[in-house]
């Protein structure tokens, strides 16, 4: 047996293992003889390369020539939602189309094909937005519609133009009564949001639109529709609060609340609290306004300020909301003098008749609005006289103030 020369060589010192101690703390694995060729194969421990991936092949299917085989349960779901991204897209983009045309539109007036192209538009309105396939708006596409336009009323444009526009896409359907209902449905909402969201500017574009159409069913639809939205909820919720800084920033508007959303269901403390910050942060505004719209005005004080000097006497306890309530009813009883049409406060005599049954705070402001009405010539004096002069109740009639106005016509009867 051949074996290496020279004594103790240094790998008999260190054996090749073997199944002693295998698996060891000192246990290295096997080794190749030191004289052994080295191997193009790599070391065991290495992981083996992973194979490269191949390419499936479509599979063999029973199916008959020329129909492709199932598709799995989830495709049908990813299909109907790119192809809901896409309508959605498309739409916003028809919508953008349409509202660049009206801003177009708007100053071009004086082009002879104005009119002309004005209808088309108004076609496409209908047909792309308004009403596709004969269906209303759905909700994702109102939403598209609501939030493109608040971005346009959130651009600085001019007043002109802005109106022209608004009216261009909302109200210029008023001969085609669906039409302009669909329409107005959308808008509705439109207002609503926009309150919430402090885009102030299309009331003032909503009054301006009224006050050339006075009859038209919108004012008493988007009236209720705010009412429903900001009034009804409890006053714990403070939703009310949304309608305040309408007095500031749309007084147009808010003269039209007042005098169309007015009436016995929307009694209670929000109408109170609105009320009498809108009416007594500047009076004079409101009343310059009442005087040059005469229907309005006839409209408010026959119906809305009736109501008002009621629920002023109502109220059977004193703080600053009932307080600046009752101060916003003098202020109108007082200064309605001047501006016409003159008003008689018929409903007075009404709360003449439960007047004892008042109490301190009631009867008070209830003093305080009637010797108001006297002095502005809006107590209806005569019907007074004719339902109370043989009266003996109710005692409040033994006040100082009604005496003297039956002093005064025996006086003038009698001379």
């Not at 293992?17 to 191997?39: I, K, T």
């Not at 600085?156 to 608004?166: G, H, S």
């Not at 942060?281 to 408010?300: C, I, S």
Request: charged content about 25%; hydrophobic content about 35%.
């Amino acid at each position: 047996m051949n074996r290496p020369r020279g004594g103790n060589p240094a790998h008999f010192n260190n054996p090749r293992g073997s199944g002693r101690n295998r698996g060891g703390p000192g246990y290295r694995g096997h080794r190749p003889h030191p004289y052994q060729q080295p191997s193009n194969r790599p070391p065991a421990h290495q992981s083996k390369p992973k194979p490269l991936p191949t390419t499936s092949q479509p599979r063999l299917t029973n199916a008959p020539t020329g129909r492709l085989p199932p598709a799995p349960p989830n495709a049908a779901r990813t299909n109907a939602l790119e192809i809901l991204i896409i309508k959605k897209q498309q739409f916003r983009a028809t919508l953008k189309t349409c509202l660049e045309a009206a801003k177009l539109m708007s100053k071009q007036k004086s082009d002879l094909n104005y009119q002309k192209n004005y209808m088309a538009l108004q076609s496409k309105l209908d047909e792309l937005i308004f009403a596709q396939n004969n269906k209303p708006l759905g909700i994702q596409q109102e939403l598209e519609l609501i939030k493109l336009v608040t971005e346009f009323y959130k651009e600085e444009t001019p007043a002109t133009l802005r109106y022209d526009c608004f009216y261009t896409i909302f109200l210029a359907r008023e001969a085609n009564p669906r039409l302009h209902e669909r329409r107005i449905k959308t808008l509705i909402r439109l207002a609503s949001i926009s309150l919430q969201l402090g885009i102030y500017s299309i009331f003032d574009d909503l009054a301006t639109f009224w006050l050339k159409s006075s009859n038209d069913q919108s004012i008493q639809l988007l009236i209720d529709r705010l009412i429903d939205d900001f009034l009804k909820p409890p006053p714990v919720y403070g939703i009310f609060t949304v309608l305040q800084p309408l007095r500031e920033r749309a007084l147009e508007f808010s003269c039209f609340f007042m005098t169309y959303g007015i009436n016995d269901n929307v009694y209670g403390p929000q109408i109170i609290n609105i009320i009498g910050l809108w009416l007594t942060e500047d009076l004079v505004d409101v009343l310059e306004f009442f005087n040059e719209h005469q229907e309005l005005a006839k409209r408010f004080g026959e119906q809305a300020l009736p109501l008002l000097i009621r629920w002023d006497v109502e109220h059977d306890k004193a703080n600053e909301e009932i307080d600046r309530f009752h101060c916003a009813i003098t202020g109108i009883i007082v200064q309605w003098d001047h501006k016409p049409p003159t008003i008689t406060l018929n409903s007075l005599l009404d709360l003449i008749k439960t007047a004892d049954q008042l109490n301190e705070h009631q009867k008070s402001r209830f003093m305080d609005n009637v010797s108001n009405a006297i002095n502005t010539g809006m107590f209806p004096t005569q019907k007074f006289l004719d339902t109370f002069t043989n009266c003996d109740s109710p005692r409040i009639l033994r006040e100082k103030t009604f005496s003297r106005i039956f002093e005064k016509a025996f006086e003038e009867k009698y001379g």
